[in-house]
C-alpha cells in the first residue's frame, strides 16, 4: 500500500525516480504516477466544473534522465481518460504556465525536480489560476490513495513546439520596452545553464537580438548534472558562472537553476548579483512604475537591504516568510487588499511579478534586467548603479540545527517560544514584523531562528556589520540554546571553535 502523501513537497509532488544513489529506492513508479495523475485530473475536474473529455493538458519537462519515463506514463494516463494531450518536450516551468495563457490549456504538467539530486523527479501542476497550493496537493494525493479516476474515453496527443513561442514572446517584450530590433548588438552576455533546461535563453532570446553569448557554458541538456548543480544558490556553480563571465568578458553573465524557475548573475566584474543583490535589483526595476508600492521578501533579508528599499527606493519593505508560494500568495493578498505590491521574491532566486500573472521566472527576471541594462547603456551606466546604495553586511553565516524529537514542529517551536522570552533583555530588539521564527537585533547585526519549511530543521541566519560580529552575535545566542535538548547543536559549537 503506497503512503501517497510522502510524496507532497510543499506545492510540488517529488521522490526518487531512478537508481543511484544508496540508500534512496525508487518510489516515483509507473504505478504511482499513473494514480497521482488521476488524482490531479479528478481535482481539475471537479475545479473548472468539466469532464476530463472537454479538458487540453500540456505536459513538459527538465532535462532529467527520468524525464521521458515519467512522461510518458503521465500522458498515457491523461489519453486514456479521454484528454487532449499537448507534449511540450523540454520546457522551463514558467513556459509550462504560459501555455494556459498563450496556448489555451486548461492546465499544465511540468516534470521537474528543480535542483535536488540527478535521481529524483516530481510533478508540479499549473491552472490558468498559476501553481497548486500546498491544499491542492495534499486533494490530489488523497485521490490517488482513495483510487478516484475519471472514465475511460480516447483521449489525444501531439506535439506543441511552444518553448519556440514562449522564446518570442520574451524577445518581443524586449523589443517593445528597447525600441530595438538588435538591443544587445555590441554586448556579450553568458549563459551558465548548468546542463538544464535553460540553455534556449542564450540560443534563442539572446543571439537572435544581436548579443555575442561567446564563453556560455553547460548550455546543452544532461540530467546527471555533471558539471555543477544547477542551482544559483549553490556557491560552486555561482563560482563557475563567475569565472565564466570573467574570462569572457562578458557585461552580464546568468546563471539559471535547471527548470528555469529562478535565476541569478554576475557583473562584468565578476561581482555576483544574489539574494540580497538580486532583491534589490529586482526591488529597483519593479518600483520604477509603481511608487512607493510593496515588495515581498521572505525574511532572511539583510537589514540593509529594508533601508535600500523604503530609503533608497522610497518604497515599502514587507518581510514574510520562507517560501516562495507563502512570499507570492503574500503578495497576492496584499493586491487583493488594495495595498500595490508589483514583486515578491525569495533570496533563493524566485521572483515573480504582478505584470506577469505572479509566475516565478527565471527567464522573465533576467529579461527585466537586460531591458535596463539596455536602458542604462544610453545613459553611460550599468545595472551596478541601481544598487549602488545597498548597504552589505560585512558577514554573513547560516547554520542549520537537526531536530531530535520526533514531533519536530511542536519541539521547534517550543525552542522559538522560549526564546522570545530570553530576547527580552537589555541590547536585544525583537523585529515588530515577525511572521516566522523570531528576528531578534543586537549589537551590530541580527539573527533569525526559524522551522524550516518541510524538514525537521531549524535555520539560523546571523548577518553583522562589523568583522568577527557573526561570531559574538552566535555566543550570545549559545547561552540560549545550550538548555535546547531538542536540537543537535554541532553546528554553532563548530563555529564557535573556529
Not at 83 to 97: E, Q, R
Not at 295 to 322: M, P, Y
Not at 431 to 443: F, H, K, T
Amino acid at each position: 500500500m503506497i503512503d501517497y502523501l510522502k510524496f507532497k513537497s510543499g506545492t510540488d509532488i517529488r521522490g526518487v525516480a531512478v537508481e543511484g544513489v544508496p540508500g534512496e529506492l525508487v518510489n516515483l513508479t509507473d504505478e504511482a504516477l499513473c494514480a497521482m495523475t488521476d488524482g490531479f485530473l479528478c481535482w481539475l475536474c471537479e475545479k473548472l466544473g468539466r469532464p476530463a473529455t472537454d479538458l487540453t493538458v500540456s505536459v513538459g519537462h527538465d532535462s532529467r534522465i527520468s524525464a521521458q519515463r515519467i512522461k510518458t506514463a503521465v500522458v498515457n494516463t491523461l489519453c486514456d481518460r479521454g484528454v487532449a494531450v499537448y507534449d511540450c518536450g523540454l520546457s522551463s516551468t514558467p513556459a509550462m504556465f504560459m501555455t494556459t495563457v498563450l496556448a489555451d490549456c486548461d492546465a499544465a504538467v511540468q516534470i521537474t525536480a528543480s535542483h535536488h539530486p540527478f535521481n529524483r523527479n516530481g510533478l508540479k501542476f499549473f491552472t490558468r489560476d498559476g501553481g497548486l497550493s500546498g491544499g491542492d496537493i495534499t486533494a490530489i494525493l488523497l485521490n490517488a490513495q482513495s483510487g478516484r479516476r475519471q472514465p475511460t474515453a480516447a483521449g489525444s496527443v501531439g506535439p506543441l513546439a511552444f518553448m519556440e513561442q514562449y522564446a518570442a514572446h520574451l524577445r518581443q517584450m524586449i523589443v517593445d520596452s528597447t525600441g530595438e530590433q538588435q538591443p544587445f548588438s555590441g554586448m556579450r552576455i553568458i549563459v551558465d545553464a548548468g546542463n538544464g533546461a535553460g540553455g534556449f535563453y542564450a540560443y534563442d532570446v539572446l543571439r537572435p537580438l544581436g548579443a555575442d553569448i561567446t564563453g556560455s557554458q553547460f548550455l546543452e541538456p544532461d540530467g546527471r548534472f555533471p558539471n555543477h548543480i544547477p542551482n544559483p544558490e549553490n556557491q560552486q556553480a555561482m563560482d563557475s558562472a563567475r569565472a565564466a563571465t570573467v574570462q569572457a568578458g562578458a557585461q552580464l553573465g546568468i546563471i539559471f537553476d535547471t527548470d528555469v524557475d529562478r535565476a541569478g548573475c554576475v557583473d562584468q566584474a565578476g561581482n555576483e548579483i544574489n539574494r540580497n543583490r538580486l532583491v534589490a535589483l529586482a526591488a529597483a526595476i519593479a518600483l520604477q512604475g509603481h511608487p512607493g508600492a510593496t515588495v515581498v521578501t521572505d525574511s532572511v533579508t539583510s537589514a540593509g537591504l529594508k533601508t535600500f528599499i523604503e530609503q533608497q527606493l522610497g518604497g515599502r519593505h514587507h518581510r514574510f516568510k520562507r517560501g516562495y508560494k507563502n512570499v507570492i500568495d503574500e503578495a497576492v493578498r496584499l493586491n487583493a487588499d488594495g495595498i500595490d505590491a508589483p514583486l515578491a521574491i525569495e533570496t533563493s532566486g524566485h521572483a515573480a511579478f504582478s505584470e506577469n500573472y505572479f509566475l516565478d521566472d527565471g527567464a522573465y527576471l533576467i529579461t527585466k534586467i537586460l531591458i535596463q541594462m539596455v536602458l542604462l547603456r544610453r545613459q553611460g551606466k550599468t545595472i551596478d548603479d541601481l544598487i549602488a546604495g545597498l548597504q552589505e553586511p560585512a558577514e554573513a553565516v547560516e547554520l542549520r540545527f537537526n531536530i531530535l524529537d520526533n514531533d519536530f514542529k511542536s519541539a521547534g517551536q517550543a525552542v522559538i517560544d522560549g526564546l522570545f522570552g530570553y530576547a527580552d533583555r537589555p541590547g536585544w530588539t525583537v523585529a515588530p514584523d515577525n511572521y516566522e521564527g523570531i528576528r531578534v537585533s543586537l549589537g551590530s547585526g541580527w539573527f533569525l531562528l526559524r522551522l524550516s519549511v518541510h524538514d525537521p530543521i531549524m535555520p539560523l541566519n546571523i548577518e553583522s556589520d562589523t568583522p568577527g560580529g557573526t561570531v559574538e552575535i552566535a555566543r550570545a545566542l549559545y547561552g540560549y540554546l545550550q538548555g535546547c535538548n531538542q536540537l543537535d547543536l554541532t553546528p554553532i559549537q563548530a563555529f564557535l571553535q573556529q
